[in-house]
Each structure stands twice: as structure tokens, then as C-alpha cells.
């Protein structure tokens, strides 16, 4: 997911967007997040100069809302992990983090973190990155995300604070795991940030930036629901990881925020009356010819190519679980500045990598049904554990549920020797004309 936090302080400059030659039509809402992300990482790089603090989190889970209750700047790890991805830098963090000892099938967001640290900490935009001032960990399901912040902590010397959040083994939130949530959040986080940024809690400012969340999520829930109609106007999936940037990281809780999905709702709606399909890298989508339904992150090193396969055999993905990481907003949850530190628990509690697995089955057997999906497709990421764990066991599971044909493929989250395009290529061929044959038969799976 691309992360499109505040923009600069007043006075500092935005950096201007370029023009990417192979983007032939582009909306107003994807140029203003290119522009919000390369004001972010500005702002990042001017840190030392501005005397502005750091926090560094995790996408899942994290306290966008009250880390800027305190004037502070978030750093999202596994975000700058991604965005060298995608702009093919990755590969080297990796290799030099296995130089130094990193094993083969340790997740690569990990290794390209550390990696990239010891290349000289530039991120992602070639500008340098800031040494967190603090290491803030809201334990939501991943158990990789606890070992990455004790490896950060050795390199940067820096304090650190978790966050334990109970899983839903049982796939419920409890009252007593929103209360041991909240008891954390007043006894520990909230006096650490406290300490580090100078600034008193002030309930008060919680609440309004809820409120503005609140605001914002109902806007993307209409922009994701907007794929239950034919033709789809968006990719839930490939499309899906620019929309979800904002709301999932550091740009929630902003007036900026509600901007920006005031605008894409806007331009989805207008879609959805000219009955116009979702936009490619390469334009619109003429015929849509395939409804999907996709478990696992994407792969971030061949993003374009590996979208490009979908487009070109007029697969459009209505609704993905990657999309849900940071928020199962679409299944009613919302920031409620009534209850500040326990809407803050139920969201921590509530994210994908915190459900069982009997949960996820459930959720994509909905989805199914609900955005009338003709198959699902599963890309199990190589490094990736919180994911790829048990998915084998969805596949089947769904296809008992819903009478769909579920497909399976491989990939890897930013290490490029862990993408064959030819291979999934094929597969995912062989799978579509699959569906195409059960289909034309009158047979769902």
C-alpha cells in the first residue's frame, strides 16, 4: 500500500510531481497522492532540521490519530520497504542485508528495512531518511513485526514502546480485550509520547481527528462498495493499494485526508453513472470479463507487470483482504470520537492480521457472494507467514462455501527473485480459461 501522510509544515517546499510517460490517463485523486507522498518524505528528510520527533509504526494497528495528538511524525517501515519495491531498489537492501547474516526466508520487508539502513537510510525518493526517535509496535497478529522492532531497536539505540493487542482466536472482540487494550494505551503509550514530545495529552484533539477519520472512511467504504456494480469502476486490488495509502497510515485524521477521499469518491461515483470500467497504467478497461476475488499482498518489484495480466485478460478484482490490513472499515467499523482510546482498541483489535482463520474464510466466501465474484485467486507471498499461513486450507474451505473455483499462485512481497512472470502468467491463463469453461458449462465450481 502506498503511505500519503500530512503534508510539509507551512513554509517548506512540495516537491514537485513528475510525469510518468507510461501513465496514459491519470485522475485528479491519484496526482494529489503523488504529490501528498513526495511532500511526505520531504518533510521526513528535513526532521533534523525542523527539530520535528519520530515515531516509526507498523501499518496495522498503528495510533496515526494520537501520535498526532503530539505533534509527532510517523515512519511506517514496512511502507518505505514497499515504495523501493516498486521502484526497483529493493533488491539490493536485500542482498546486503544477507550478507550480513539475515537468513534467505526472513520476511524481505524486514530485510530491505535493515538493508537500507546500512546502504545510507535513503528512502524510497532518494532523500534521506530520519533516525526514529521512537519505536511504537501495536501487536496486531504479526509475530515478525515484534522480532523487526527488536532488530531496530539493537541498530538505532532508540526506546521502545508495544502495544499487546489479544487475538480473536474465537473471532470476537470481548470487553475485556477492549479493556486491556485501553488500559495499555493510558498507563503506557500515551505517558511514553508524553515523554518524548513534550506535548499533554489532549483528549479533546483525539476526538476531532476521529471525527475526521470517521469522515474519511465513510468515503472510501463507498469507493470500495462502488465494485459491487457492472462493470466494476475500480480494481479493488491493484487500484485498491492507492486507495487504501491514505486512511492506513499517516494521513488519517487530517482535514487532508478527507480531502483527498471526498475527491475519489467523487470520481468513482462519476464512473459508476458513465458505466465506465477502472483505470490500468495503460487506461481504462474496455470489457470486463472476470470478477475476482484476491487473498495475499501483491508483489511490489513487478507491480505493473504482474497487474498487467489481470488487465489484459479482463480481470478486474472487486473486492481483496489486502486491502482490509489496516481496517475492516467495509464491515462497519468506525473511529468514534464518543469513545476515543476504546475506538482506538477496536481497531487495533480488528485488523485482518488479527483475525482466525475461520474468520478470513468467512470474510472471502462473503465477498464472493456479495460482489458476485466468479472465482477467487490466492497469491501466497514466499516470506510473508502472517498471510500465507493456512491458506491452502482457505482455498478449499471457500470453494466448499461458495461453489466458486479458487486459484493459487506465488509470489514474494520485494524480493525480485521471487517473481516468474512467466510462471504466473500462465497460471493465472490457465485458471481464467478454467472459469471461462465452468462458466460457458453453467458450472460454478
Known amino acids: 500500500m502506498t503511505s500519503i501522510p500530512p ?3 507551512p513554509g517548506s517546499a512540495r516537491r514537485t510531481v513528475e510525469t510518468d510517460p507510461r501513465e496514459v490517463e491519470k485522475d485528479r485523486s491519484m496526482a494529489l497522492q503523488k504529490e501528498l507522498i513526495g511532500g511526505y518524505y520531504e518533510r521526513l528528510s528535513k526532521c533534523a532540521e525542523t527539530g520535528e520527533k519520530t515515531v516509526a509504526t507498523f501499518v496495522p494497528g498503528n495510533l496515526t490519530e494520537l501520535i498526532h495528538c503530539f505533534d509527532l511524525v510517523p515512519i511506517l517501515p514496512e511502507i518505505n520497504a514497499l515504495q523501493s519495491g516498486m521502484r526497483k531498489r529493493s533488491g539490493a537492501f536485500i542482498n ?8 534467505e526466508d526472513v520476511c524481505t520487508y524486514v530485510k530491505c528495512d535493515i538493508g537500507m539502513f546500512h546502504d545510507g537510510n535513503i528512502g524510497p525518493t532518494g532523500l534521506p531518511l530520519p533516525i526514529p526517535d521512537h519505536l511504537l509496535l501495536s501487536y496486531t497478529g504479526c509475530f515478525t513485526f515484534m522480532k523487526w522492532f527488536e532488530l531496530l531497536r539493537e541498530e538505532f539505540d532508540r526506546p521502545s514502546t508495544m502495544l499487546q493487542v489479544p487475538y480473536q482466536a474465537r473471532g470476537e472482540i470481548t470487553p475485556e480485550m477492549k479493556s486491556y487494550v485501553v488500559k495499555q494505551l493510558e498507563t503506557t503509550v500515551i505517558p511514553e509520547l508524553e515523554k518524548l514530545s513534550g506535548v499533554k495529552f489532549d483528549i479533546d484533539r483525539l476526538r476531532e481527528k476521529l471525527e475526521l477519520s470517521r469522515r474519511a472512511e465513510d468515503d472510501l467504504v463507498a469507493v470500495l462498495e462502488a465494485a459491487k456494480n457492472r462493470p466494476s469502476p475500480i480494481d479493488s486490488y491493484f487500484g485498491g493499494v492507492y486507495y487504501i495509502g491514505p486512511i492506513f497510515t499517516a494521513f488519517r485524521g487530517t482535514e487532508e485526508g ?19 470500467g477502472p483505470m490500468t497504467p495503460e487506461g481504462e478497461m474496455k470489457e470486463e470479463r472476470f470478477r475476482l476475488v484476491v487473498e495475499g499482498p501483491p508483489n511490489w518489484t513487478n507491480f505493473r507487470e504482474f497487474w498487467k495480466m489481470f488487465y489484459d485478460e479482463g480481470a478486474v478484482v472487486v473486492a481483496s483482504t489486502y486491502t482490509k490490513v489496516g481496517g475492516l472499515y467495509d464491515r462497519g467499523f468506525r473511529h ?10 477496536e481497531y487495533c483489535l480488528g485488523c485482518y492480521t488479527n483475525l482466525s482463520l475461520p474468520k478470513r474464510v468467512e470474510l472471502i466466501s462473503d465477498y464472493i457472494e456479495e460482489y458476485g465474484a466468479d472465482g477467487f485467486l490466492i497469491n501466497s507471498v514466499k516470506s510473508c507467514a502472517s498471510f500465507s499461513a493456512g491458506q491452502l486450507l482457505i482455498l478449499r474451505e471457500v ?7 479458487g486459484g493459487f499462485i506465488e509470489s514474494d512481497l520485494v524480493d525480485p527473485r521471487y517473481f516468474s512472470g512467466a ?3 500462465n497460471r493465472i491463463e490457465s485458471y481464467l480459461q478454467m472459469v471461462e469453461q465452468k462458466r460457458s458449462a453453467g458450472v460454478t465450481a
Do not use: F, Q, W
Not at 546486503?96 to 537468513?103: C, I, P, Q, T, V
Not at 478527507?258 to 465506465?276: D, P, S
Not at 470453494?399 to 473455483?405: D, P, Q, S, V, Y
Open 258 to 276: 478527507c480531502e483527498y477521499y471526498r475527491i475519489l469518491r467523487e470520481e468513482v461515483e462519476a464512473r459508476v453513472t458513465a458505466m465506465r
Open 336 to 345: 468514534d470520537p464518543a469513545d476515543p482510546l476504546g475506538s482506538l482498541a
Open 7 to 9: 503534508p510539509p509544515p
Open 423 to 425: 510462471n504466473i502468467k
Open 399 to 405: 470453494e466448499k462455501r461458495t461453489g466458486r473455483a
Open 96 to 103: 546486503e542485508a544477507e550478507r550480513m547474516g539475515h537468513s
